[in-house]
């Protein structure tokens, strides 16, 4: 381990930034529940029962929660949608750049991932120009990954700078979730969606291997992406007159525990590791059920996703933005040098996505 980490990409700071209106999950799940669940009471009751039980306590919406209840076309919330991913990108952006004590000027490339809004040309563009980058900078927008697109994201980011050894890289995640509430579908999977997802952008400054001693951030030493075929069914968003609208299906704990483990083992067989060697691990928190299953799979301690839960308790799930705020909580206390750590994110495909990090 210790010997592959200086040459390899480092990432040299993490950060989130969401829009200011912040609330407490139970008073965004009475707001909601009385707006768009008044007509039956029992449905009522399931889904503040649902939102009480997901270990949330906070969230952060694009729009004040009064507003919420006020019927918009997908139109109007994708022009929320692209004026807030602007601004919240561009803060977490400019916040990164500081962090990692690099200039705008010197980012060479760009990668970004959202699943909660479009635009052609996608925000990036304007992200670009906003932010002072260099109008040569490679681009590199996802559309479509959903809570997959932070760990693959920086996959990306990592296959660039093995090429380009001496520039910097950022990637910039924004998931705007409420803006695609559904509020006239009253099935479980959507009251279980609705009460789980929040607001945020997360954005990371990664340096190459001969930049990478500016930095005591963790190296990417390796990743893989696996497409798990036969699964389209668990995960994802359809688009239609309402906008993205969220399926979730209840399997996706039970296919973690079948599933994920293997595929685990044998991405760290190939590094001569096992998952007794992994110090950190850095676990997209997509919901309590996620969380238990990816602990009982892997055969991880209670405290080793102790920040995947406090990013669920202070954000919700925000999608791809939330391995980002993990990892950015595991860098504020980081282990000790030449620990290995695993970062990990599931989406819709299902789509596994796993970095190996170096400390």
């Known amino acids: 381990m210790s010997d592959a980490s200086p040459a390899a990409p480092r990432v040299a700071s993490v950060a989130v930034s969401a829009p200011p209106h912040r609330h407490r999950q139970r008073d965004i799940a009475a707001v909601f529940a009385e707006a768009f669940l008044s007509a039956d009471p029992a449905v009522r009751r399931q889904f503040t029962g649902i939102a009480a039980h997901t270990g949330i306590e906070y969230r952060n919406l694009s729009l004040p929660l009064a507003e919420y209840?006020?019927?918009?076309?997908?139109?109007?919330?994708?022009?929320?949608?692209?004026?807030?991913?602007?601004?919240?990108?561009?803060?977490?952006?400019?916040?990164a750049l500081k962090a990692a004590n690099v200039r705008p000027g010197e980012v060479g490339a760009i990668v970004t991932t959202t699943t909660t809004g479009a635009s052609v040309p996608s925000f990036d563009a304007e992200l670009v120009q906003r932010a002072g980058l260099p109008h040569h900078v490679a681009r590199t927008p996802m559309l479509g990954l959903g809570?997959?697109?932070?760990?693959?994201?920086?996959?990306?980011?990592?296959?660039?700078?093995?090429?380009?050894?001496?520039?910097?890289?950022?990637?910039?995640?924004?998931?705007?979730?409420?803006?695609?509430?559904q509020y006239a579908d009253t099935s479980v999977a959507n009251l279980v969606a609705t009460s789980l997802f929040g607001d945020a952008a997360?954005?990371?400054v990664v340096l190459g291997a001969h930049r990478a001693r500016e930095?005591?951030?963790?190296?990417?030493?390796?990743?893989?992406?696996?497409?798990?075929?036969g699964t389209e069914h668990l995960m994802g968003m359809r688009l239609g007159t309402d906008g993205f609208a969220?399926?979730?299906?209840?399997?996706?704990?039970?296919?973690?525990?079948?599933?994920?483990?293997?595929?685990?083992?044998?991405?760290?067989?190939?590094?001569?590791?096992?998952?007794?060697?992994?110090?950190?691990?850095?676990?997209?928190?997509?919901?309590?059920?996620?969380?238990?299953?990816?602990?009982?799979?892997?055969g991880l301690p209670p405290a080793a996703l102790a920040h995947s839960r406090a990013s669920l308790a202070d954000h919700?799930?925000?999608?791809?933005?939330?391995?980002?705020?993990?990892?950015?909580?595991?860098?504020?206390?980081?282990?000790?040098?030449?620990?290995?750590?695993l970062l990990l994110a599931l989406g819709p495909g299902l789509t596994s996505e796993l970095v190996l990090l170096g400390w």
């Open 69 to 95: 209840p006020r019927p918009r076309t997908f139109t109007e919330y994708n022009e929320v949608w692209a004026a807030t991913a602007r601004r919240v990108g561009q803060e977490a952006l400019a916040r």
């Open 246 to 298: 969220v399926f979730l299906s209840p399997d996706v704990p039970d296919f973690i525990e079948k599933h994920l483990p293997g595929e685990v083992h044998d991405f760290l067989a190939g590094r001569e590791l096992t998952a007794n060697d992994i110090t950190t691990w850095v676990c997209h928190p997509g919901g309590p059920k996620v969380i238990e299953a990816l602990t009982r799979s892997l």
């Open 147 to 181: 809570c997959a697109g932070g760990a693959a994201g920086l996959s990306r980011v990592h296959d660039y700078l093995k090429g380009h050894p001496d520039q910097v890289a950022v990637l910039v995640s924004v998931e705007l979730c409420s803006l695609n509430f």
């Open 316 to 341: 919700g799930n925000i999608s791809s933005a939330s391995v980002l705020d993990v990892l950015a909580r595991t860098m504020a206390t980081p282990p000790p040098p030449d620990s290995p750590g």
């Open 215 to 229: 930095t005591a951030g963790p190296a990417l030493l390796a990743t893989r992406s696996r497409l798990h075929p």
């Open 202 to 204: 997360a954005a990371a």
